[in-house]
């Protein structure tokens, strides 16, 4: 058995330990907002934070997470509150949506660690996460107003 | 020859004597031996360090070395510019993940978000270590572009290659991340030599003199 935190819910889940993260997030805990993309660390659809960090679930082993804190796209906020999913909510940043949870959680570590982003930043933070409708320019817009807005509220996560 | 044996039969002030020139000039060949020199004979002081000098073994040596570290197993995380290269061809990496301060990237890009502690299976997934990075940003130990003269020049100098003394330049050459450049995961070329084979040329270059080449 390995035991997990997602979310600040304890799991323990019979896994194999080479699992990749993203599966046990899936099919074992059952939280599908994370999603599949590339499978090979590629396109940043799978996103979650580990400790804090924007790892790519589909290469991360579920023995790496053990006794760490996962965090998810249903863990970003109590009540999709967060600024950035505000943000994205105002901006209609979506089309297909597919892409949205890894790009708001890639977002997430970089308004935590730069709550004030320049277009330069968020080029060097986001250029890791694909979107193959061509969101870009509402993604960057979103990020600068998640930032107004996380003066407001501050951002925790 | 027999005035000279008179001389030390003499006493033994003529044997203490004797004794401190020849402590004075074994002080003086051990000082020698714990300085390296380029080809133009300039002195580089390095500290618990005895070495043999034999520039030609030495530069010979580290024509293997340069092979090695020229690589793109080597060089690709040891690039000119801030970006890491990719790939046989090293081209820049895809994604554009940044150096930044520590050598481990930036933001939601940090190296170890997708370098796990080991090799990810699969052909050309992202190649794993526990300390995956590039140089910090205030020392980058640039190898790309560097010439055999130039890249010998800057892994002796502390002020260049991660405050390394001898001792440490010596340890180095089994490093976990040097030594991930022969596990580099599917779909990578391996170095032109063997590691064996790149730490015997790596130790002969130091031990001989560490001489840099001369172009």
Same mark, same amino acid.
């Given at each position: 058995?390995?035991?997990?935190?997602?979310?600040?819910?304890?799991?323990?889940?019979?896994?194999?330990?080479?699992?990749?993260?993203?599966?046990?997030?899936?099919?074992?805990?059952?939280?599908?907002?994370?999603?599949?993309?590339?499978?090979?660390?590629?396109?940043?659809?799978?996103?979650?934070?580990?400790?804090?960090?924007?790892?790519?679930?589909?290469?991360?082993?579920?023995?790496?997470?053990?006794?760490?804190?996962?965090?998810?796209?249903?863990?970003?906020?109590?009540?999709?509150?967060?600024?950035?999913?505000?943000?994205?909510?105002?901006?209609?940043?979506?089309?297909?949506?597919?892409?949205?949870?890894?790009?708001?959680?890639?977002?997430?570590?970089?308004?935590?660690?730069?709550?004030?982003?320049?277009?330069?930043?968020?080029?060097?933070?986001?250029?890791?996460?694909?979107?193959?409708?061509?969101?870009?320019?509402?993604?960057?817009?979103?990020?600068?107003?998640?930032?107004?807005?996380?003066?407001?509220?501050?951002?925790?996560? | 020859?027999?005035?000279?044996?008179?001389?030390?039969?003499?006493?033994?002030?003529?044997?203490?004597?004797?004794?401190?020139?020849?402590?004075?000039?074994?002080?003086?060949?051990?000082?020698?031996?714990?300085?390296?020199?380029?080809?133009?004979?300039?002195?580089?002081?390095?500290?618990?360090?005895?070495?043999?000098?034999?520039?030609?073994?030495?530069?010979?040596?580290?024509?293997?070395?340069?092979?090695v570290?020229?690589s793109p197993r080597c060089?690709?995380c040891?690039?000119?510019? %801030?970006? *890491?290269?990719?790939?046989?061809?090293? =081209? /820049?990496?895809?994604? $554009?993940?940044?150096?930044?301060?520590? !050598? #481990?990237?930036?933001?939601?890009?940090?190296?170890?978000?997708?370098?796990?502690?080991?090799?990810?299976?699969?052909? %050309?997934? *992202?190649?794993?270590?526990?300390?995956? =990075? /590039?140089?910090?940003? $205030?020392?980058?130990?640039?190898?790309? !572009? #560097?010439?055999?003269?130039?890249?010998?020049?800057?892994?002796?100098?502390?002020?260049?290659?991660?405050?390394?003394?001898?001792?440490?330049?010596?340890?180095?050459?089994?490093?976990?991340l040097v030594l991930a450049g022969w596990n580099p995961?599917? !779909?990578?070329?391996l170095p032109?030599?063997?590691h064996?084979?790149f730490?015997?040329?790596?130790?002969?270059?130091?031990?001989?003199?560490?001489?840099?080449?001369?172009?």
């Amino acid at each position: 058995m390995i035991s997990l935190n997602v979310n600040d819910k304890n799991f323990e889940i019979d896994a194999d330990p080479d699992m990749p993260l993203l599966w046990a997030i899936r099919d074992l805990v059952g939280l599908t907002g994370t999603k599949f993309g590339c499978g090979v660390a590629q396109c940043g659809a799978c996103v979650v934070h580990l400790n804090g960090e924007a790892v790519r679930s589909c290469v991360t082993k579920v023995s790496r997470a053990q006794g760490q804190k996962v965090l998810t796209i249903e863990g970003l906020s109590n009540n999709n509150d967060h600024p950035l999913q505000i943000a994205w909510n105002e901006a209609n940043v979506p089309q297909c949506g597919y892409c949205h949870s890894g790009q708001i959680m890639s977002a997430a570590v970089l308004l935590r660690e730069k709550p004030n982003p320049t277009d330069e930043d968020i080029d060097q933070a986001m250029s890791g996460n694909i979107c193959r409708c061509g969101t870009y320019p509402r993604i960057r817009k979103a990020i600068h107003m998640a930032a107004e807005l996380s003066k407001k509220g501050g951002i925790t996560k | 020859m027999i005035t000279k044996l008179k001389h030390f039969t003499k006493g033994h002030k003529g044997i203490m004597r004797m004794a401190c020139t020849m402590a004075i000039i074994l002080s003086l060949v051990t000082l020698m031996a714990f300085a390296l020199h380029d080809d133009k004979g300039k002195v580089v002081p390095l500290t618990n360090f005895v070495t043999v000098k034999d520039s030609l073994a030495s530069v010979t040596a580290f024509k293997k070395v340069y092979r090695v570290l020229m690589s793109p197993r080597c060089m690709n995380c040891h690039p000119a510019g %801030n970006i *890491p290269l990719q790939g046989d061809d090293s =081209h /820049l990496h895809t994604m $554009n993940p940044q150096r930044g301060i520590e !050598g #481990k990237g930036v933001f939601a890009m940090k190296c170890a978000n997708c370098h796990q502690p080991t090799n990810t299976p699969g052909k %050309n997934t *992202p190649p794993g270590n526990p300390n995956w =990075h /590039l140089p910090p940003a $205030n020392m980058k130990m640039v190898f790309q !572009g #560097k010439t055999p003269y130039q890249l010998a020049k800057q892994l002796v100098d502390p002020k260049q290659n991660g405050n390394k003394d001898m001792k440490k330049l010596l340890e180095h050459a089994d490093d976990g991340l040097v030594l991930a450049g022969w596990n580099p995961g599917e !779909g990578r070329t391996l170095p032109p030599i063997s590691h064996a084979e790149f730490k015997e040329a790596w130790t002969t270059w130091l031990n001989t003199g560490a001489y840099a080449p001369k172009k």
